[in-house]
């Protein structure tokens, strides 16, 4: 039988990202490099993003972020534009829902840029005409049934 000469199997990988949930310094766009918004995942590690200069542009996601950062339709990302290409960019950052809300505040993005938290992000927009969560029923219609 042949001897084992790695550090370990797939379950020492998973467990990787274990720092991921401290805080990070809020990285703002330098020259070369501009804000997106994820439109839809294409796999193989691109995505279709929109950038803040209105420009579709086919986005790569860079082999130290692939598998390890989970990007999905509505994330704000941070692009490296390039040279050559202007159709295409490359991933850079993914930020996180407070992250982008900050960008938003400082005014990096612009204020029709829709930020998509998922579930947590629509809790907290409520109307104010009634609910359509529950069906009121009255005494009446009860005693006829």
């Not at 972020?65 to 941070?78: C, E, P, R, S, T």
Request: aromatic share 6%.
């Amino acid at each position: 039988m042949p001897k084992n000469k790695g550090k370990g199997g797939k379950n020492r990988k998973r467990g990787k990202n274990e720092a991921d949930d401290e805080k990070r310094e809020l990285v703002f766009k330098e020259d070369g490099q501009e804000y997106a918004q994820v439109m839809r995942m294409l796999g193989n590690g691109r995505c279709e993003a929109t950038c803040i200069d209105g420009v579709k542009r086919l986005c790569h996601i860079r082999g130290k972020m692939h598998k390890k950062v989970w990007i999905g339709a509505g994330d704000i990302i941070l692009v490296s534009l390039r040279d050559y290409q202007d159709d295409k960019a490359d991933v850079i950052l993914k930020y996180m829902p407070d992250e982008a809300r900050l960008l938003k505040a400082y005014g990096e993005l612009p204020e029709n840029t829709r930020l998509n938290e998922g579930i947590a992000g629509g809790l907290d927009e409520e109307e104010d005409g009634p609910g359509d969560d529950y069906i009121e029923f009255e005494d009446e219609d009860l005693d006829k049934l």
